[in-house]
């Protein structure tokens, strides 16, 4: 698992803000950035719905500030018209997370098995590059994302496997 504290302090460096849907796969960072609120410079922005959060992580960008958006791989189907019409089509760079439920560990979940299967098309449909999210090398995998949205000045994406940043 990467260390909560290491990661919310990398993203410090990265970003201003951070906004999303809450998933369990993310649970250990998002309750140590929530415990740390007064002492974390990242504001964070709780969206009742992903398209939401893209719309916030827009509104964000169109002020010259950076976000990271995060969601549970199932909110990857409420996204495309918020990514296409607005990120995209403005190029809106923002850095997205999202939970890659489906696999294995949590096949017993009807609800993900069949959006596990699809993430990875759906984010090739939708012209979004993304990485897997992993303990090793996840900082220069980051920065390479990272680099990536800034050239394009367009979304990028990280799929984040169970145990990635929760125990």
Not at 21 to 47: G, M, R, W
Not at 93 to 111: A, H, K, N
Not at 144 to 154: F, G, H
Request: with cysteine; net charge negative.
């Amino acid at each position: 698992m990467i260390d909560p504290s290491e990661f919310i302090y990398y993203l410090e460096t990265k970003f201003q803000f951070i906004t999303g849907v809450p998933c369990s796969y993310f649970k250990d960072f998002l309750a140590y950035l929530e415990s740390h609120d007064n002492k974390t410079q990242l504001k964070h922005i709780y969206a009742t719905r992903e398209d939401e959060a893209i719309g916030i992580a827009s509104g964000i960008a169109f002020s010259g500030k950076k976000a990271l958006v995060y969601m549970q791989n199932s909110g990857l189907g409420n996204i495309g018209d918020a990514l296409t019409s607005l990120a995209q089509l403005y190029k809106l760079p923002m850095l997205l997370l999202i939970s890659y439920r489906g696999l294995e560990s949590d096949r017993d979940f009807p609800e993900h098995s069949l959006m596990g299967e699809v993430n990875e098309p759906v984010l090739s449909a939708l012209k979004v590059p993304y990485w897997d999210l992993s303990e090793d090398q996840w900082k220069q995998k980051i920065n390479i994302a990272l680099k990536e949205m800034e050239e394009t000045s367009a979304p990028v994406a990280f799929l984040v496997k169970e145990g990635v940043l929760c125990q």
